[in-house]
């Protein structure tokens, strides 16, 4: 478990090393289903918060120094807060318990500027599928592709409608643009039936349970496992044998002019932490980019679940707790 720390200051030197700083009040705080809190976020000095696209999350630093991303699924073009929404799960790492516990209003949190791994792709058609809390990434997705007049719809699957947040505001759009299960009386959707339906071209954005993830990738050949955007909010769980596994190499880091040798049985992100133990991580598997670093130089082995193939492609940034270098050196930009 993560020690406590004193103050926001502290939070920030510890967990944000290589961040500018960045820090937030939580205005309001308020129950919007069973088990869910919508929390909004302004900053201190009541300035415009840095702008985000739809699929957009913030890194927030709680005030026990845990670093836990949380999907913004407020309007964009309104940047005078950010809002995001926390579903209070009993059996996590401790980051939704924390929230739930706290009376967070009035406090100032360390947070990493929004950062965009599900972020929407031109196409003829899109299919949005959300279950339970994943729907909060899609609601900024929703009124961009309803401003846009795209051809969309969205399916919204959750046990019962007091469990669903933003059920309103999804049943808002008509039944042209969304569909909405509850699953106590229809059971879980058919994702490889609707999957066979779609129009040629049609990209989907997934957020959900590890059911309905799985379900979609198990489906994603009838649409072509590149039209498939998943977002995940429980890590992907991958044995450390696995995470380490591969040749030694040397870490170079730019701004700290230090190199730390990465031998063949850890991880960057352990190694890199002997010198610098503040470099942030959370899920410790490559599936919540919250330890995305910049790379200047050297080649990547990646393994994370976060970058798409062009952001792996483009070779300037990796996950650094599960991927690793393909050749003697990598230069990060720590």
Sequence with gaps: MTEPVANVAEAEDRFLEGEPPGYVRVESVRDIAEEIRLIRLVAQDREELPCWEPGAHIDLVLASGRVRSYSLCSDPDDRSHYEIAVLREPKSSGGSMEIFASDLVGHVLGYIAPRNHF????????????????????????????????????????????????????????????????????????????????????????????????????????????????????PTIVPASVLSFGGAFDVRLARSELTVHVPSDKSVLAAVRELLPGVPSSCGSGSCGVCETRVLAGGIEHRDRVLSAAECERGDSMMICVSRATDGLLVLDL
């Design 119 to 234: 972020e929407l792709v031109d196409a003829p058609a899109y299919l949005l599928l959300g279950g339970g809390i994943g729907v909060a990434p899609l609601m900024p997705m929703m009124r961009e592709l309803d401003r846009r007049g795209a051809a969309w719809r969205v399916l919204y699957a959750g046990r019962r409608p007091s469990s669903m947040a933003f059920l309103d505001d999804v049943a808002a759009y008509g039944e042209a643009h969304a569909t909405i299960l509850f699953e106590d009386e229809v059971g879980r959707p058919d994702i490889a039936a609707l999957f066979s339906s779609l129009v040629e071209g049609t990209v989907v954005y997934c957020c959900g349970p590890r059911g309905m993830i799985a379900a979609a990738e198990a489906a994603s050949w009838r649409i072509g496992t590149r039209n498939l955007h998943l977002e995940r909010f429980h």
